[in-house]
């Protein structure tokens, strides 16, 4: 059953076919389909297709856009077992505050991904990012690093 909710879930990420709650729901079916909760069963297919939402909303220009593309990323860490607790969206701001990584997952490539995008809109995600990046890359994560990823990803 899971796996049949996954391709219609990648199927209606891929068409963009479905409205966010629709994904939301889509979400939360494939969520109930484990036994366990993510802290000990990581969904790791299932943070991937968030983290796709999260980037086709990304290139959506609409005005729930930001936070749309932030409640995604949430979910796609929630699903690699991460406590997140956030307050208090701010549309001004584009960000949630304050955010507050209480439990680690999984820490993937996309997840270093994610926080990326989350890093430019608080302090709070960017030490997160800091934090991520020095677990999975066995170092700090410098500026100049920054710099150089942004060029390479212009090419």
């Given at each position: 059953m899971r796996k049949s909710l996954l391709a219609d879930l990648t199927q209606s990420i891929t068409e963009m076919s479905a409205d966010n709650k629709t994904f939301d729901n889509m979400i939360e079916t494939i969520g109930?389909?484990?036994?366990?909760?993510?802290?000990?069963v990581p969904r790791l297919e299932l943070a991937n297709l968030c983290f796709k939402i999260s980037t086709a909303i990304s290139r959506n220009s609409g005005p729930d856009a930001p936070r749309k593309v932030l409640l995604?990323?949430?979910?796609?860490?929630?699903?690699?077992?991460?406590?997140?607790?956030?307050?208090?969206?701010s549309n001004e701001e584009q960000t949630f505050n304050p955010c507050i990584i209480s439990r680690w997952g999984v820490v993937t490539g996309q997840v270093l991904e994610?926080?990326?995008f989350l890093a430019e809109t608080s302090a709070e995600w960017h030490e997160?990012?800091?934090?991520?990046?020095?677990?999975?890359?066995?170092?700090?994560?410098?500026?100049?690093?920054s710099r150089s990823r942004k060029i390479a990803s212009r090419k």
């Open positions: 109930k389909t484990y036994g366990d909760p993510a802290t000990k995604f990323a949430i979910k796609g860490l929630r699903s690699l077992g991460f406590s997140v607790e956030v307050n208090n969206f994610a926080l990326f997160y990012m800091c934090t991520a990046y020095q677990i999975l890359l066995g170092m700090p994560y410098s500026e100049q690093m």
